[in-house]
């Protein structure tokens, strides 16, 4: 079956950096947009970032443009966010998630797999 699994969550200081790493199986990696999202606790669950199948197109939510890169390696079946001048307004969970289409990557709606989720926590 499908799994993502998320990790390179952890905690660090406002300002500091961290990688997150989701890892695929059971499904044909090159084949699927991916995206990041994250929820805080008491909130929805918000786009962060996505790329396309093959890497060329990539996407952000306005709060973390500079700040975040989403990346992916196909050959790795692995999707990358690294996350630089990290705030505390970043705390949250993070999820991977697979996405059978190239349209429409910002609605979780549209995403066909989720992983379980890594914290991240940033302290002031």
């Known amino acids: 079956q499908v799994q993502l699994v998320e990790s390179g969550g952890g905690l660090v200081q406002a300002g500091g950096s961290l990688r997150l790493s989701c890892a695929a199986s059971?499904?044909?990696?090159?084949?699927?947009?991916m995206g990041w999202f994250r929820q805080a606790p008491g909130k929805e669950r918000d786009f962060v970032a996505a790329v396309s199948w093959s890497g060329g197109g990539t996407y952000y939510r306005d709060s973390v443009k500079g700040r975040f890169t989403i990346s992916r390696d196909n050959a790795k079946n692995t999707v990358y966010l690294q996350m630089n001048s990290l705030k505390p307004e970043d705390t949250a969970v993070y999820y991977c998630?697979?996405?059978?289409?190239?349209?429409?990557?910002?609605?979780?709606?549209?995403?066909?797999?989720w992983g379980q989720g890594t914290q991240v926590t940033v302290s002031s």
């Open positions: 059971g499904l044909t990696f090159s084949s699927y947009s």
């Open positions: 998630a697979a996405s059978r289409s190239a349209n429409f990557l910002l609605r979780s709606n549209n995403y066909n797999y």
